[in-house]
């Protein structure tokens, strides 16, 4: 997740375990051990653009860390507090717990974690938590602040009340994504559509919006529900096509290849220009700036593009969002959490559970 909540956790999990111990500099050694993980980008200026794909949420995020890293842990910090202050016993417990929890809550995300790095590339993601979700954060960094300027028992209570209640939303996120994803797997199923894979994972900044990308033979459907939505109302799915034929030149070369692997294969393609073709993540979501965009005008948070005349080429062109209209695009989210209208077409979206045969929505899909 972002690196306030990734610091804010780590503060909570150290003053909830060395407090007693250290006072409220348990605060500042959480803070710290929250974020060591994510330095892992330090490295960046001496990878290239494929390594760092490679690199990021590896090693530094992986099962092996959180043993090795929280034995150095543990000894560096029983040589920074006087003897008896801070045993080698709670300096490790504390450790493990931090980067634990800076983990597995990377592995909530729909971008997840390499748990078993370098061993094993295969990236793990659950999808029950957005990489930014302020109902998650706020109960954690409101807890530590109060925490830091209350005396005992005060300051423990507050930062027990504040991981708590994030441990609740963290529940709740699991319930709602299974109430999410059966709402969208019964209505592709009443359908009949053959269905290749699936995944339900939380919409932008809240576990109240779900959004739902199913791979057909030739495609994908995407497909928004919110737990505010009327019973009533149709789930409307979107299809964008595959298009392989697009990256024939470069199925093959190394860029490709790390976009293949770090997509999880959830990727499509689209002419961006002569010789130029832009392959999208499509795992994460999109960002549009009005309503009735297609799939080729929505910015995307993970795209590249490829120069079909130099295929070889050894860097990734990273295609970075423009956020053209943030206020139209916050305003389109809002309005579809609280139980309103998707912005994709309506002309092009198959609304599954309305009265539409599944004749009708393969040849949708097969166009």
């Known amino acids: 997740m972002d690196s306030l909540t990734q610091a804010t956790l780590g503060a909570a999990v150290g003053h909830f375990c060395w ?36 690199w990021h949420r590896g090693e ?15 000894w560096l910090l029983t040589k920074y507090f006087k003897r008896g202050e801070l045993s080698f016993g709670a300096a490790f417990t504390g450790a493990v717990l931090i980067y634990a929890t800076h983990i597995l809550i990377d592995y909530f995300t729909v971008y997840g974690t390499q748990l078993l790095a370098p061993l094993s590339r295969n990236g793990f993601a659950l999808g029950n938590l957005f990489i930014v979700d302020p109902l998650f954060t706020l109960p954690l960094l409101v807890g530590c602040v109060l925490a830091a300027f209350s005396k005992e028992p005060l300051s423990r209570r507050a930062n027990v009340t504040g991981l708590s209640l994030a441990v609740c939303y963290m529940f709740w ?14 209505a592709l199923a009443d359908e009949n559509i053959k269905i290749v894979r699936q995944r339900t ?33 149709a789930i409307r799915f979107y299809y964008i096509p595959k298009r392989p034929e697009l990256i024939e030149r470069i199925s093959g070369t190394r860029t490709f290849a790390v976009v293949e692997w770090f997509s999880q294969g959830w990727w499509y393609a689209v002419e961006d220009g002569e010789n130029r073709v832009k ?16 799939y080729h005008e929505w910015d995307w948070p993970f795209a590249w593009t490829f120069d079909l005349q130099t295929p070889h080429k050894k860097s990734l062109d990273s295609v970075l969002p423009e ?20 912005w994709y077409p309506t002309s092009t979206g198959i609304s599954i559970g309305a009265a539409v045969t599944p004749e009708d929505a393969l040849g949708h899909f097969a166009k």
């Open 201 to 233: 994972t939380a919409g932008p900044f809240t576990t109240f919006l779900w959004r739902h990308v199913a791979e057909t033979d030739n495609g994908f459907l995407l497909a928004y529900f919110s737990i505010f939505d009327n019973p009533s109302k």
């Open 60 to 74: 530094s995020h992986s099962i092996w860390f959180v043993i090795i890293g929280s034995m150095l842990t543990g």
């Open 279 to 294: 392959v999208v993540d499509l795992r994460f979501t999109e960002i549009p700036s009005t309503f009735g965009q297609t």
């Open 19 to 54: 407090n007693k111990k250290i006072g409220n500099k348990a605060l500042l050694h959480g803070v710290l051990g929250g974020t060591i993980p994510d330095l892992d980008i330090i490295l960046y200026p001496v990878l290239d653009d494929v390594q760092r794909l490679y």
């Open 323 to 342: 956020l053209v209209a943030p206020l139209q695009t916050l305003a389109l989210l809002t309005g579809r959490i609280g139980g309103g209208e998707d």
């Open 173 to 186: 996120s699991f319930s709602a994504q299974a109430i999410a994803d059966r709402t969208f797997r019964a």
